[in-house]
């Protein structure tokens, strides 16, 4: 299918307007009058906005992973040398719009040489008035048990006095190959749990004990976005990086909800990872309320 075929229709709702195509089962823009909150800034074009993460997020130590007796290897997906994000932003879905406000996608996967996993998922896209919900649901069609894991990968515009606010209890520090490294207090700098802007320098961190709610702040449109997350997705990553190296991208800071760390794999309690045996589901979803931050001055009467 060529990028002139591709299928992008647009859901609207109150002052919301999402474009959806079918590569990677990717949201094209989230516009909130006429204002791109999320941008096209990430997948393998660089032009999506927000992706799932299925069958597993985040990348995996040395492609491999050994899991009840049995070692499984994965090959690399991108020009990265670790396999990134599975492999769900990387397929065509099933495009299936029921009406304006509602979308739902689907994909089959098979297990392969480059991949343990098969497994169907199904994404909905779902529009009421000023609210966006994502909702992710992935089985596992393999004939043995494999970990699972889900999450969501949005790119929010990022603007100098953009604020950030949400709770965490831990914080992974960034190591070699991008892979977490050690678990510890998160720094001040880091420290979302009063409204800051996110600090213009490389971000890849993954925070544990994520409270379920971030808020996100743009006195400039005077928009909030209030994030919520189903229990599920306990691990927030925030990834940032100077905009000279956006490659020309939209300047994006990313707050990604995930069920489990990276490189969950290979931790010795799974890090959060799911274990469905065949047949077995695991389901998630997260919303995105927008509002005005200011509100109407108040009449004023002789």
């Known amino acids: 299918m060529t990028g002139a075929d591709r299928t992008e229709p647009a859901l609207t709702s109150g002052d919301l307007k999402v474009a959806v195509e079918d590569r990677g089962g990717a949201l094209r823009f989230v ?133 950030v ?10 190591g070699k190959g991008h892979l977490p490294e050690t678990c510890g207090k998160v720094p001040i700098d880091l ?30 449109i005077d928009l909030e976005v209030t994030l919520r997350c189903d229990p599920v997705f306990d691990v927030m990553m925030i990834h940032a990086a100077p905009e000279e190296a956006n490659a020309g991208v939209p300047d994006f800071v990313c707050l990604e909800p995930m069920s489990h760390l990276p490189n969950a794999h290979n931790m010795p309690d799974l890090g959060g990872l799911s274990i469905l045996e065949p047949g077995d589901n695991l389901t998630g979803t997260i919303t995105f309320t927008f509002r005005k931050s200011r509100k109407p001055a108040e009449e004023t009467h002789d």
């Not at 299925?54 to 007796?69: H, K, L, Q, W």
């Not at 490389?202 to 996100?216: K, P, Q, S, V």
């Open 31 to 163: 516009e909130w009058r006429g204002i791109q909150v999320l941008v096209p800034a990430g997948g393998p074009k660089n032009e999506a906005a927000c992706f799932p993460l299925v069958p597993f997020g985040n990348r995996i130590s040395a492609n491999r992973f050994d899991f009840r007796g049995r070692s499984h290897s994965l090959a690399p997906n991108t020009v990265d040398p670790l396999v990134l994000h599975g492999d769900g932003w990387l397929m065509d879905w099933e495009l299936e719009q029921a009406k304006d406000t509602d979308i739902e996608l689907r994909l089959s996967r098979a297990a392969s040489e480059s991949s343990p996993y098969a497994y169907d998922a199904v994404q909905r896209v779902s529009l009421e008035e000023d609210c966006l919900s994502l909702a992710l649901d992935v089985t596992n069609r393999g004939d043995t048990a494999l970990p699972f894991g889900i999450g969501f990968h949005p790119f929010f515009r990022r603007t100098a006095d953009m604020t």
């Open 165 to 174: 606010q949400m709770h965490a209890l831990a914080m992974w520090s960034e």
């Open 191 to 220: 420290d979302f749990s009063d409204p800051r802007p996110v600090p213009l320098r490389w971000i890849n961190n993954a925070f544990e004990g994520f409270g379920g709610e971030a808020r996100l702040h743009w006195p400039d």
